[in-house]
Each structure stands twice: as structure tokens, then as C-alpha cells.
């Protein structure tokens, strides 16, 4: 299992950029995909971006594509999501979560465990 702490939010104006962190430890970090998800208030998690174990494949919901960009190091076990053009929708709590395999596997949101995630607040 891997343990994973996500960090970067804060406030930031219609337009501006966010980078996000997500460090991980426990098992080998490559084995894992790996999905950046945000759930806003009254509204249900959703998954925002994915990433395969070794960086090859990425995922993007429509609403972010373009604007947002998934990618990981694995030598420092950390995945990050680079947010640009940030809108007011973008506004909510950022959640990181791995799973071992493809990276169709994080189209299932059901992981058992969330972390403590970061909040990302764009004011218009």
C-alpha cells in the first residue's frame, strides 16, 4: 500500500496557476498508477487527471484539458498536477490516489482511503 500526502493548494485569482504535490512512500511507487481527483462543495469527488506507472500514458477530464498537466518523478516518488488558467469551478479539495496497475484503473473512484487532500481556491 501506498501513503500518500498531497500539498500546494491555496487562493489564487481567475487565471493563475497552481502547482500540486503528491509524495508517496511504501511500496514501489512505479507499479502504481497514479490520479489526481477534487471534490467541490455539494458535488460528488470526480477524477481530474491520471498518470501510468511509468509516465506514458496520462488522463484528463474535458474540463481540464489543455489547462492542466499530470506527471510524475518516480526517483522522488512524487506525482504533481500543473494547473494554469485557473476558473472559479476549479475551486475545491485536491485528492492524490494510487492503484496498482493500468491507468484505467482510476476511472474507479471507489479507493477505501482518502487522504487529508489540499484546498484550491480561484477567486473570480
Known amino acids: 500500500q501506498v501513503q500518500l500526502v498531497e500539498s500546494g493548494g491555496g487562493l489564487v485569482q481567475t487565471g493563475g496557476s497552481l502547482r500540486l504535490s503528491c509524495a508517496a512512500s511504501?511500496?514501489?511507487?512505479?507499479?502504481?498508477?497514479m490520479g489526481w481527483f477534487r471534490q467541490a462543495p455539494g458535488k460528488e469527488r470526480e477524477l481530474v487527471a491520471a498518470?501510468?506507472?511509468?509516465?506514458?500514458?496520462?488522463y484528463y477530464a474535458d474540463s481540464v484539458k489543455g489547462r492542466f498537466t499530470i506527471s510524475r518523478d518516480n526517483a522522488k516518488n512524487t506525482v504533481y498536477l500543473q494547473m494554469n488558467s485557473l476558473k472559479p469551478e476549479d475551486t475545491a479539495v485536491y485528492y492524490c490516489?494510487?492503484?496498482?496497475?493500468?491507468?484505467?484503473?482510476?476511472?474507479?473512484?471507489?479507493?477505501?482511503?482518502w487522504g487529508q487532500g489540499t484546498q484550491v481556491t480561484v477567486s473570480s
Open positions: 490516489n494510487s492503484r496498482p496497475g493500468p491507468i484505467t484503473t482510476m476511472l474507479n473512484l471507489d479507493f477505501g482511503s
Open positions: 511504501g511500496r514501489t511507487f512505479s507499479n502504481y498508477a
Open positions: 498518470i501510468s506507472g511509468n509516465g506514458g500514458n496520462t
